[in-house]
């Protein structure tokens, strides 16, 4: 038995006829129909039943179906590397991110590109989960986990958030400073579409009595409103300590700490590039640590 019998199998049982089938395979419906009757006369069993509705698998067909689809997963992850086998002359590994891990791959971009001289990246904008297995990206930094048992997951560290303020608004409004803060400043929030920071907008209700005078849906959105005097606004730590226009108006909370993980698909990992990019990206974490968990500020005007 060989995959190219299987494959036309499992194209059949995906498609529902052999016409589609057929169509899917870039080969005739008679071509189809002959070589699965073949492969039936081999195998001494009736793998389906032509209905009104299309085919149907037999018993037989049912106990075939998940061997064809490991066969037809073990095929894709061959064609995944196929790309990178074909050129070593140049190593392209594509991460995707948010906004908030771009700025931090950017703010670090020299260390990056020091560890992977001969590795070029493209970071790819994305806080939906990218599909390893379609090659939309080879890595991708999230702080939450993936579903598929495909994808090996790498924790990096942590990324700790704080309250922010533009130095001015804190200066102007001296509660932000004390625990009124919450109930006589303006606060930044997360509109409730496309809601990227659950975790910080759950933090926002617990402690706020009314909603948030402004909403957006990115954080670098919501440090530029905050840098502008909007007003208060919960930011990671790396980002709100960098940035000269604010100033801190509450310490990092445990709370909204949040784990970073790097994904890889389990296949990619032999490819050399990968591999190095993951150990590089590991390293710039590693050395990031203090500026994650905002430790690395000088402390003016930090409210505890």
């Not at 579903?147 to 924790?155: C, G, K, N, P």
């Not at 400073?177 to 759950?202: N, S």
């Not at 954080?219 to 409103?225: I, K, N």
């Not at 784990?259 to 890889?264: A, D, G, R, S, Y």
Request: hydrophobic residues 50%; proline residues 5%; aromatic residues 6%.
């Amino acid at each position: 038995m060989d995959w190219d019998d299987l494959r036309i199998f499992d194209a059949a049982v995906r498609a529902g006829s052999l016409s589609r089938a057929a169509g899917a395979l870039g080969l005739s419906q008679p071509q189809v129909t002959r070589r699965l009757r073949a492969f039936e006369r081999r195998l001494g069993a009736r793998l389906f039943d032509r209905t009104a509705r299309g085919l149907r698998p037999t018993r037989a067909g049912e106990r075939l179906i998940p061997l064809a689809a490991e066969m037809r997963a073990a095929a894709d992850a061959v064609h995944r590397v196929l790309p990178d086998l074909a050129d070593d002359r140049l190593s392209v590994v594509r991460i995707a991110v948010d906004e908030v891990r771009g700025r931090l791959l950017t703010d670090h971009w020299s260390d990056l590109a020091a560890r992977l001289p001969d590795v070029a990246l493209e970071i790819v904008s994305s806080h939906a989960y990218a599909d390893h297995t379609l090659r939309e990206t080879e890595i991708q930094l999230r702080s939450c986990l993936p579903e598929r048992a495909s994808l090996i997951v790498r924790r990096l560290g942590t990324m700790a958030h704080a309250v922010y303020g533009a130095k001015a608004y804190v200066a102007a409004n001296p509660a932000a400073l004390t625990d009124q803060r919450f109930a006589a400043c303006a606060w930044i929030g997360f509109a409730p579409d496309d809601l990227w920071y659950p975790e910080e907008q759950h933090w926002l209700d617990r402690h706020l009595a009314g909603r948030p005078a402004l909403r957006v849906n990115t954080m670098t959105a919501a440090l530029d409103a905050a840098a502008a005097g909007a007003g208060l606004a919960i930011l990671p730590a790396f980002m709100g300590d960098a940035d000269p226009r604010l100033t801190r108006a509450l310490a990092p909370d445990p709370a909204l700490h949040a784990i970073e993980n790097l994904i890889v698909h389990r296949d990619l990992l032999g490819e050399p590039a990968v591999r190095r990019t993951v150990d590089a990206l590991a390293a710039l974490y590693q050395a990031a640590r203090a500026k994650l968990m905002g430790e690395a500020a000088s402390g003016a005007g930090v409210a505890a």
